[in-house]
């Protein structure tokens, strides 16, 4: 705690030295569900500490969902994007209890566990994914944290404790967020202080020896500072077994404690620090070999592995390793949000950020109990992130201007065993320095038509990439280098062997326009235009001289159209929202492997390998009736390239690996009608399936892994009797389907392609208490 509290001491310094020399600031991504009666809300009126921001007046209805996804307070129906957001009432109700969860939230979106394990996951959005997690290389969607961008995926597995807010913003995005990307974005904001003293606390049993404890507690200190302390403890043991050793892995152990001060000394100023950690130590996430391929592999235990492939498809819960696979992950960030309104009309805000992560894992990628390749690796990375801007409203007229800068360094270093000799180990590292800096400008012009308006907008980055990566054969018993891959001789900065350094810079625009039309106060129309791009970067795995050639931005150009339609009449209500889209991709970034034209040598890397057109169509679902209630979405992804060159072959025809064709989610939930002296009860049922994927980027044999449809329910008990006490009963997969979230492909290399099994029925129940 002493080292949070001199940077969080610094960052309020910091903070109010920038409001007083009238820097302008960044604004807040924040939701609150509207369930009380119609009121009316100025734009930038507290919504938890993430709100604040000029603006104009907003009307609310019961049920309306209250969103800044545009840096200004509106309704969900009046924003002219594609976002779908969830307050923490509907997470627990959904049962959305970790970031791995969220693809039961939103159309066209999975989340999965990466190679690197469970608290590393992907996020894929309107067929874009992250092809690796190296540190060299960009996400194309950023989970943002009460508004600072986490650029490592690292540990965003245990954020969803505590929460206010989760949003999930659907497109080319970097107009109004601090980094560009062409996938899309995810904003978790946590639940603020308040004034009054009072938190809450809850306890989870359930299946596997699950033993799960989370709380809060609220302090108010005084009439201007107020303090918020959350933290959560979850243990399971693993659904995974040996079947040799009997080690358990899939298992669950984690801690996360969040500390938040709020000083608010006038309506028109608020601070707010946010102190986070995240400890998570597991035995990893185990892989099946489902399949080998013989004419590739010159293993000698063929007739082993495939005895193996027979036994896992016999028995789907047991694997086969000659590791014990580990998994910790330990991250922390502090975060301070300072917003100065200086007028009705002008409001400032700065948010800074610091976050630090560090992970270790094993995994066997050849997921026998024969030595074949395993791989280590230790990832330590340090960011840090500032955001100024000013934002202002008029009668006809809101605007945003502002700056952004980011930079985060350390090391990210795999190493394997290959080839079984334990005595010869391969290192594959690099440490990457990574600057951004970008300034912006967006608004709405209201036009004199009744309910017309443009939205547009522009940013311009300047993004820069050095690094020093290497790969060298290491004695494991006395450390020394006994081989380089490759090597940098002609460098003389680079003094140790086996070093390559890289440099490279990049600047680019995004920029997006949109026409809007409410119709009528509960039909929006829209169609938007958005160029956007990911960063390029260098190589972590330099072999040969074409090999560590950096790779360009990948970018995009798309439009949209879509409409937001509300109705009531009588006891029925709800909502059904539509979009279509249409991007064209150019440059994107994929992992290939050539014959290097001057050492003749095979040769892989990150390159900008191909160019594709992505289409699909996106619905959401509300409807209440009296009791009932149900919410449904479906998305479709349609991807294919225009070119992709693996080397000199081209592989256009080949599909978008890891994207699902369709990804659909329905609830179904019934809450009785109840005397309130004996509290309120719903019971829900939900199926979240996916169609089924390419496990490859590039052509391989058995890379198709079926789709699958699991099924939860859940029964909630809200204020037993009158009382604080809440009680709840839940089931996971309740027909315990057998099903492959994730897959990796290494039939060209290693002759063997193996799967991730996900979770089977999972049985609990959960005791919540208010005071």
Same mark, same amino acid.
């Given at each position: 705690?002493?080292?949070?509290?001199?940077?969080?001491?610094?960052?309020?310094?910091?903070?109010?030295?920038?409001?007083?020399?009238?820097?302008?600031?960044?604004?807040?991504?924040?939701?609150?569900?509207?369930?009380?009666?119609?009121?009316?809300?100025?734009?930038?009126?507290?919504?938890?500490?993430?709100?604040?921001?000029?603006?104009?007046?907003?009307?609310?209805?019961?049920?309306?969902?209250?969103?800044?996804?545009?840096?200004?307070?509106?309704?969900?129906?009046?924003?002219?994007?594609?976002?779908?957001?969830?307050?923490?009432?509907?997470?627990?109700?959904?049962?959305?209890?970790?970031?791995?969860?969220?693809?039961?939230?939103?159309?066209?979106?999975?989340?999965?566990?990466?190679?690197?394990?469970?608290?590393? $996951?992907?996020?894929?959005?309107?067929?874009?994914?992250?092809?690796?997690?190296?540190?060299?290389?960009?996400?194309?969607?950023?989970?943002?944290?009460?508004?600072?961008?986490?650029?490592? $995926?690292?540990?965003?597995?245990?954020?969803?404790?505590?929460?206010?807010?989760?949003?999930?913003?659907?497109?080319?995005?970097?107009?109004? /967020?601090?980094?560009?990307?062409?996938?899309?974005?995810?904003?978790?904001?946590?639940?603020?202080?308040?004034?009054?003293?009072?938190?809450?606390?809850?306890?989870?049993?359930?299946?596997? =020896?699950?033993?799960?404890?989370?709380?809060?507690?609220?302090?108010?200190?005084?009439?201007?500072?107020?303090?918020?302390?959350?933290?959560?403890?979850?243990?399971?043991?693993?659904?995974?077994?040996?079947?040799?050793?009997?080690?358990?892995?899939?298992?669950?152990?984690?801690?996360?404690?969040?500390?938040?001060?709020?000083?608010?000394?006038?309506?028109?100023?608020?601070?707010?620090?946010?102190?986070?950690?995240?400890?998570?130590?597991?035995?990893?996430?185990?892989?099946?070999?489902?399949?080998?391929?013989?004419?590739?592999?010159?293993?000698?235990?063929?007739?082993?592995?495939?005895?193996?492939?027979?036994?896992?498809?016999?028995?789907?819960?047991?694997?086969?390793?000659?590791?014990?696979?580990?998994?910790?992950?330990?991250?922390?960030?502090?975060?301070?949000?300072?917003?100065?309104?200086?007028? $009705?009309?002008?409001?400032?805000?700065?948010?800074?950020?610091?976050?630090?992560?560090?992970?270790?894992?094993? /995994?066997?990628?050849?997921?026998?109990?024969?030595?074949?390749?395993?791989?280590?690796?230790?990832?330590?990375?340090?960011?840090?992130?500032?955001?100024?801007?000013?934002?202002?409203?008029?009668?006809?007229?809101?605007?945003?201007?502002?700056?952004?800068?980011?930079?985060?360094?350390?090391?990210?270093?795999?190493?394997?065993?290959?080839?079984?000799?334990?005595?010869?180990?391969?290192?594959?590292?690099?440490?990457?320095? =990574?600057?951004?800096?970008?300034?912006?400008?967006?608004?709405?012009?209201?036009?004199?038509?009744?309910?017309?308006?443009?939205?547009?907008?522009?940013?311009?980055?300047?993004?820069?990439?050095?690094?020093?990566?290497?790969?060298?054969?290491?004695?494991?018993?006395?450390?020394?280098?006994?081989?380089?891959? /490759?090597?940098?001789?002609?460098?003389?900065?680079?003094?140790?062997?086996?070093?390559?350094?890289?440099?490279?810079?990049?600047?680019?625009?995004?920029?997006?326009?949109?026409?809007?039309?409410?119709?009528?106060?509960?039909?929006?129309?829209?169609?938007?235009?958005?160029?956007?791009?990911?960063?390029?970067?260098?190589?972590?795995?330099?072999?040969?001289?074409?090999?560590?050639?950096?790779?360009?931005?990948?970018?995009?150009?798309?439009?949209?159209?879509?409409?937001?339609?509300?109705?009531?009449?009588?006891?029925?209500?709800?909502?059904?929202?539509?979009?279509?889209?249409?991007?064209?991709?150019?440059?994107?970034?994929?992992?290939?492997?050539?014959?290097?034209?001057?050492?003749?040598?095979?040769?892989?890397?990150?390159?900008?390998?191909?160019?594709?057109?992505?289409?699909?169509?996106?619905?959401?679902?509300?409807?209440?009736?009296?009791?009932?209630?149900?919410?449904?979405?479906?998305?479709?992804?349609?991807?294919?390239?225009?070119?992709?060159?693996?080397?000199?072959?081209?592989?256009?025809?080949?599909?978008?690996?890891?994207?699902?064709?369709?990804?659909?989610?329905?609830?179904?939930?019934?809450?009785?009608?109840?005397?309130?002296?004996?509290?309120?009860?719903?019971?829900?049922?939900?199926?979240?399936?996916?169609?089924?994927?390419?496990?490859?980027?590039?052509?391989?044999?058995?890379?198709?892994?079926?789709?699958?449809?699991?099924?939860?329910?859940?029964?909630?008990?809200?204020?037993?009797?009158?009382?604080?006490?809440?009680?709840?009963?839940?089931?996971?997969?309740?027909? =315990?389907?057998?099903?492959?979230?994730?897959?990796?492909?290494?039939?060209?290399?290693?002759?063997?392609?193996?799967?991730?099994?996900?979770?089977?029925?999972?049985?609990?129940?959960?005791?919540?208490?208010? /005071?």
């Amino acid at each position: 705690m002493t080292n949070f509290s001199k940077l969080a001491a610094n960052l309020v310094s910091g903070s109010a030295m920038a409001i007083a020399a009238s820097l302008v600031s960044s604004p807040a991504f924040s939701m609150t569900a509207q369930d009380a009666a119609p009121a009316t809300m100025a734009a930038g009126q507290q919504q938890g500490d993430n709100a604040g921001a000029a603006g104009a007046e907003v009307t609310t209805q019961p049920g309306d969902i209250v969103v800044t996804a545009r840096r200004r307070t509106e309704r969900l129906q009046d924003v002219p994007l594609s976002v779908t957001a969830a307050s923490g009432t509907q997470l627990a109700e959904r049962q959305i209890t970790t970031a791995m969860d969220l693809g039961k939230l939103a159309p066209s979106l999975t989340v999965t566990p990466s190679s690197r394990g469970s608290n590393t $996951p992907y996020f894929v959005i309107r067929g874009q994914r992250l092809i690796d997690v190296s540190a060299v290389l960009d996400p194309v969607t950023i989970v943002y944290v009460n508004d600072v961008p986490f650029m490592r $995926p690292q540990g965003l597995n245990g954020a969803l404790f505590d929460i206010q807010n989760v949003q999930v913003l659907r497109g080319p995005q970097g107009t109004l /967020f601090g980094r560009s990307t062409t996938g899309g974005a995810v904003l978790v904001n946590t639940t603020s202080p308040a004034d009054t003293l009072g938190g809450y606390a809850s306890v989870t049993l359930g299946s596997y =020896n699950r033993r799960a404890a989370e709380g809060a507690l609220n302090i108010p200190l005084s009439d201007t500072l107020a303090v918020r302390v959350a933290g959560t403890v979850d243990r399971r043991d693993g659904y995974m077994t040996d079947r040799y050793t009997g080690y358990r892995s899939n298992n669950v152990h984690y801690d996360a404690e969040r500390l938040t001060i709020q000083w608010k000394p006038s309506a028109d100023f608020t601070s707010t620090i946010y102190a986070n950690r995240f400890d998570s130590a597991n035995n990893g996430s185990a892989s099946q070999l489902y399949a080998v391929e013989p004419t590739a592999t010159t293993n000698p235990s063929i007739a082993r592995l495939r005895q193996e492939v027979a036994l896992n498809l016999a028995q789907p819960y047991q694997f086969s390793s000659n590791i014990g696979q580990v998994e910790n992950t330990r991250t922390w960030d502090v975060t301070n949000v300072t917003t100065y309104k200086a007028s $009705p009309e002008i409001t400032f805000k700065n948010i800074v950020g610091y976050r630090k992560i560090f992970t270790y894992s094993t /995994f066997d990628l050849d997921a026998s109990s024969i030595t074949t390749q395993e791989q280590y690796g230790t990832t330590s990375m340090r960011q840090f992130s500032d955001e100024f801007q000013i934002q202002g409203t008029g009668k006809s007229f809101d605007w945003i201007l502002g700056a952004f800068y980011f930079r985060e360094h350390g090391s990210d270093v795999p190493y394997s065993i290959v080839g079984g000799n334990a005595a010869v180990l391969r290192y594959t590292g690099t440490y990457p320095v =990574n600057t951004s800096l970008s300034a912006f400008a967006s608004g709405t012009y209201r036009f004199p038509v009744e309910g017309l308006s443009l939205s547009a907008g522009i940013r311009y980055s300047h993004d820069k990439r050095v690094a020093d990566s290497y790969q060298s054969s290491v004695n494991a018993a006395t450390g020394q280098i006994t081989a380089c891959t /490759f090597r940098d001789a002609s460098n003389a900065l680079i003094a140790p062997p086996c070093l390559y350094r890289e440099e490279v810079s990049f600047s680019e625009p995004s920029w997006s326009v949109s026409l809007n039309y409410k119709a009528s106060p509960d039909l929006l129309l829209y169609a938007a235009h958005r160029h956007g791009y990911r960063s390029g970067g260098v190589q972590s795995r330099p072999a040969t001289a074409a090999g560590a050639v950096p790779f360009a931005p990948e970018k995009v150009n798309d439009i949209e159209i879509g409409e937001k339609f509300a109705f009531r009449s009588g006891d029925l209500s709800g909502l059904i929202n539509l979009d279509a889209y249409y991007a064209w991709y150019k440059g994107l970034q994929r992992q290939v492997s050539f014959i290097s034209p001057t050492s003749q040598t095979l040769t892989s890397g990150i390159f900008n390998a191909a160019s594709a057109t992505v289409k699909g169509f996106e619905g959401e679902l509300n409807l209440k009736y009296k009791g009932i209630e149900l919410n449904g979405s479906v998305g479709y992804v349609k991807g294919a390239y225009q070119k992709y060159l693996n080397g000199a072959v081209d592989i256009s025809q080949w599909p978008f690996s890891y994207v699902p064709s369709w990804t659909t989610n329905a609830e179904l939930a019934y809450s009785p009608p109840m005397d309130p002296a004996l509290g309120q009860a719903r019971a829900s049922i939900s199926v979240r399936y996916q169609s089924r994927i390419i496990a490859s980027d590039t052509p391989q044999p058995d890379a198709w892994i079926p789709g699958w449809a699991v099924a939860d329910a859940r029964v909630d008990w809200r204020n037993i009797a009158g009382s604080r006490i809440s009680a709840a009963v839940f089931a996971t997969n309740i027909f =315990n389907k057998v099903y492959h979230p994730y897959a990796t492909n290494l039939t060209s290399s290693l002759g063997v392609a193996t799967w991730h099994v996900g979770a089977p029925r999972m049985i609990g129940g959960q005791v919540r208490v208010e /005071f």
